[in-house]
């Protein structure tokens, strides 16, 4: 079955400087998470936002939601070296436990 | 620290091979979950659990099967590894769907 979206697939950028990441999905959602993936290990769980919330932040990350759009982003202020990762989202389905994972962007941080 | 554990980090198996790879958490989570993950592909379901002794084919479950005969263990068999099996498989729990999702760190399978 096709998966969420992420766009950028990829992102390079340099120290300090924000990363935003995109993604999309298709059904209507309960609510929707983030990940990161650091090379070869397992995901770890970033943040959650409803489906009746628009933003929620968490230290220097910021997630929006636009359930009218069918859309999220995630973004990371004043980017550092150790933010170098694969970053997914996941879109929790309404009416049954269905989680769906995007494809995921990598991010590349420049020190 | 709770936990998902995963028995290997790596493993190479033979085509046709029966293989078995478990995952326990420490957490009393009823949900338990097998993903695969391929380049371009994302996470792909494989099965999942809601309790003990309790199983639901994910997107992909053909070629693999699996048992929870305790709630902390989730194992997931390849009746007879082949080569397209070749993947990370990540195990994963969480308490409810209103919760993220804690993973362990995967295991890399490689079938020759």
């Known amino acids: 079955s096709q998966q969420g979206e992420e766009d950028p697939q990829a992102l390079s950028i340099q120290e300090g400087e924000n990363a935003t990441m995109n993604c999309s999905y298709k059904?209507?959602?309960?609510?929707l998470q983030w990940y990161r993936q650091n090379s070869g290990r397992g995901l770890v769980h970033l943040i959650l936002?409803?489906?009746?919330?628009r933003e929620k932040h968490s230290g220097r990350l910021r997630v929006t939601l636009d359930t009218s759009k069918k859309s999220s982003s995630l973004l990371i202020t004043a980017s550092r070296a150790a933010d170098t990762a694969s970053y997914f989202c996941?879109?929790?389905?309404?009416?049954?436990?269905?989680?769906?994972f995007g494809a995921g962007t990598r991010l590349f941080v420049k020190a | 620290d709770v936990k998902v554990t995963q028995s290997s980090r790596y493993l190479v198996k033979r085509t046709g091979e029966k293989v078995f790879l478990e995952c326990v958490q420490d957490?009393?989570?009823?949900?338990m979950f097998w993903y695969r993950q391929d380049p371009g592909l994302g996470l792909r379901l494989i099965y999942f659990?809601?309790?003990?002794?309790?199983?639901e084919k994910g997107d992909i479950p053909e070629g693999y099967s699996v048992s929870r005969e305790k709630k902390e263990r989730f194992s997931l068999i390849l009746e007879s590894a082949s080569t397209n099996q070749t993947s990370m498989y990540l195990c994963?729990?969480?308490?409810?769907?209103?919760?993220?999702?804690?993973f362990g760190s995967g295991t890399r399978l490689t079938v020759v």
């Open positions: 994963a729990s969480t308490s409810g769907q209103n919760y993220g999702y804690t």
């Open positions: 059904t209507s959602i309960n609510n």
């Open positions: 936002i409803r489906s009746n919330e």
């Open positions: 996941a879109s929790v389905n309404t009416g049954g436990f269905k989680t769906i």
């Open positions: 957490m009393d989570h009823e949900n």
């Open positions: 659990s809601y309790d003990v002794k309790m199983k």
